[in-house]
């Protein structure tokens, strides 16, 4: 069966499914998170298949959130910028677990500040203003990379929501 790809879609979070969708691909940028860089180490690590494992690794790469360099004794993968910015998003799912879906005896790891040890606050998007944004005040707006049919949508979106408003 052929991998379905968006990346022609005009949605920023179907483009990043296409590369980050497939839960392998989190948890070796978590293995890398926590200092692992070597095919064994993810193998044993997350308990993946060789097969798997090595097609995720080349698609990480592919997308450059890993780079690959021969090391003396083998290979080592590495975090590069791209792919070090997805600590937040990490966190985030992380945060949502122990929250949501949360082991009866407690978290298996809590995320702290490596310089003073503090535990990382709950992660909450914030406006330019340093304001919390919640769904009720979430709002989207076309971006310079909207086609038509996204400025459509959000139209429509729009309108629904005026028309809620009036209502209620």
Known sequence: MERLTFEDRNCSIARSLDVLGD???VLIVLECMWGSSKFDEFQRNQGISKGILSKRLKLLQEHGILSKRAVQGGTEYKLTEKGRSLHVIVVAILQWG????PLPEGAPVVPVNRNSGAPVAPLELLDAEGQPVGMRNLGLLP???ANANT???LEELALRRQASEQVG
């Open 143 to 145: 971006g310079p990379g």
């Open 23 to 25: 839960w392998w691909n």
């Open 151 to 153: 400025r459509r949508r």
């Open 98 to 101: 122990d929250r949501w879906n």
